[in-house]
């Protein structure tokens, strides 16, 4: 009994403070008692706000792992910047002679456009239906990975800190806003934000009963110049076992591309950056 009173005294002021809504996932509290809400918050206004200085550039490679037949390979290369509104980003996918491009408009108001591919670079506006739709062929990938929007989601709460492998890291579970284009069935997203890098190391979409539908894991990081960078990622379907794999295969960074880039209608310039300003990785 004086156990169970003192698991009482240790988790009831944690309840408390975050009393949960009927129906929503609720908290998974690591190590309750050491739970420091101010940090917490610190943590996650500094992850939303840090940037590289300069925009920059990736050209890289995906390998589409499916749950059954061949793999897929497919290439391509993003630009970023930070704005007013958030980050931005602008990417190009190809698989043989076909190509697709995007527009990502992420932060507090995320929008997101496919970019057909005429001489006006007609920009579409992307709907609930596309955001469950791979961005090309059968990969994982799909508007609402890509985008990320979740980061910036207002309703969410600290869990606590933990290490993963080896590497202490902060994890919270953030909940969609009313109206938000979500993947079907999800109803939070938990992730883990590395304490030294200050970057996302994982990120789970969990269904109604907190299930994870998929898992999106940092595997590596890079130094480009004097910049860190992800190199390579696997997004996994947890539910099939299906993967795709990003893999950075050179970076230029600390770049200057002017907004017209990531601006709506835009063309996209074949040879931006300069081939001499990327950073190839074996």
């Not at 403070?17 to 908290?27: E, N």
């Not at 992850?47 to 290439?75: K, V």
């Amino acid at each position: 009994m004086r156990n169970l009173l003192l698991l009482f005294v240790l988790i009831a002021p944690v309840v408390t403070l975050h009393a949960q809504p009927k129906g929503r996932l609720p908290p998974n509290y690591i190590n309750p008692a050491q739970l420091n809400l101010a940090e917490g918050q610190a943590v996650m206004e500094k992850f939303r706000n840090a940037h590289p200085a300069g925009d920059y550039s990736f050209h890289f490679e995906l390998r589409d792992t499916p749950a059954q037949g061949p793999n897929q390979f497919f290439r391509g290369q993003l630009w970023g910047s930070w704005q007013a509104a958030g980050p931005v980003t602008r990417i190009a996918l190809f698989k043989e002679a076909e190509r697709v491009e995007f527009l990502v408009q992420n932060g507090p108001a995320p929008k997101m456009w496919r970019i057909l591919a005429d001489k006006e670079a007609t920009p579409v506006a992307l709907t609930q239906t596309d955001y469950t739709h791979p961005l090309m062929g059968s990969m994982q990938f799909t508007p609402f990975e890509l985008q990320m929007p979740f980061i910036y989601w207002k309703d969410f709460v600290y869990e606590g800190s933990e290490r993963v492998k080896g590497r202490p890291a902060y994890t919270f579970i953030l909940y969609p806003p009313e109206g938000a284009l979500l993947p079907t069935n999800l109803a939070a997203v938990r992730v883990t934000v590395d304490a030294d890098f200050n970057a996302l190391l994982r990120a789970e979409t969990l269904d109604g009963s907190g299930k994870p539908m998929k898992s999106f894991r940092i595997l590596s990081f890079k130094k480009a110049g004097e910049t860190w960078i992800v190199k390579t990622i696997d997004l996994i379907d947890e539910r099939t076992r299906a993967k795709t794999r990003f893999t950075v295969i050179a970076a230029a960074v600390a770049q200057e591309f002017g907004k017209e880039l990531f601006t709506v209608g835009t063309p996209l310039p074949s040879d931006t950056p300069a081939r001499d300003a990327f950073i190839y990785f074996d």
